[in-house]
Antibody, heavy 120, light 107 residues
Framework: QVQLKESGPGLVKPSETLSLTCTVSGGSVSSVSYFWSWIRQPPGKGLEWIGD???????TYNSSLKSRVSISVDTSKDQFSLNLGSVTAADTAVYYCARDLIDGLGFDFWGQGILVTVSS | DIQMTQSPSSLSASVGDRVTLTCRAS??????LNWYQQKPGIAPKLLIF???NLQSGVPSRFSGSGSETDFTLSISSLQPEDFATYYCQQGYSRPHTFGQGTRLETK
């Protein structure tokens, strides 16, 4: 059974960079069949896809965040990471990592989520 | 970007009711539509992929239909554990986009 788990600081100061890592177990990020995504959910609001990465290094980002976001993968550790720069209070959210089937067949496995608060 | 619009935004129903939720895409997405269920404090769960395919382990009272721009999620006989928020998501093109959600509440 594939499992994903987010890790990183729960509190980030405004204007700084939010950095999170997702560790995959029970499977490998080096599969041609999947993309690996970051999705966030502000408190009480809906889901926003941030971006994804394929093990080959190909990335796609949400255009609304593209200037501030970077996603990378470490195949040796079965991890992928999110960096979101110049954060503001509007970036406060639960951040999820998820596995995305390559043909748009949905996010079939999710991490438990990690709440990141942007505050001084 | 493709916009996804769900209706209604909230729905009150009772155990045993049949309910239908709607999702509309701003352009044709063929059959690339996925549905998720989310309960408070828990990550979303994939229910249906490619408009009408039940994810493994999902009860058969859930069903999906539609194509192009109009899609529905139906629950044939509501159970207590079905009260949750439901999201649609298009898998047709990146960036992936979600609907704003339909909150299914007990009447």
């Amino acid at each position: 059974q594939v499992q994903l788990k987010e890790s990183g600081p729960g509190l980030v100061k405004p204007s700084e960079t939010l950095s999170l890592t997702c560790t995959v177990s029970g499977g490998s990020v080096s599969s041609v069949s999947y993309f690996w995504s970051w999705i966030r959910q502000p408190p009480g609001k809906g889901l926003e896809w941030i971006g994804d990465i394929h093990y080959s290094g190909r990335t796609t980002y949400n255009s609304s965040l593209k200037s501030r976001v970077s996603i990378s993968v470490d195949t040796s550790k079965d991890q992928f990471s999110l960096n979101l720069g110049s954060v503001t209070a509007a970036d406060t959210a639960v951040y999820y990592c998820a596995r995305d089937l390559i043909d748009g067949l949905g996010f079939d496995f999710w991490g438990q989520g990690i709440l990141v608060t942007v505050s001084s | 970007d493709i916009q996804m619009t769900q209706s209604p935004s909230s729905l009150s129903a009772s155990v045993g009711d049949r309910v239908t939720l709607t999702c509309r895409a701003s352009q044709s997405i063929s059959g690339s539509l996925n549905w998720y269920q989310q309960k408070p404090g828990i990550a979303p769960k994939l229910l249906i992929f490619s408009a009408s395919n039940l994810q493994s382990g999902v009860p058969s009272r859930f069903s999906g239909s539609g194509s192009e721009t109009d899609f529905t999620l139906s629950i044939s006989s509501l159970q207590p554990e079905d009260f949750a928020t439901y999201y649609c998501q298009q898998g047709y093109s990146r960036p992936h986009t979600f609907g704003q959600g339909t909150r299914l509440e007990t009447k």
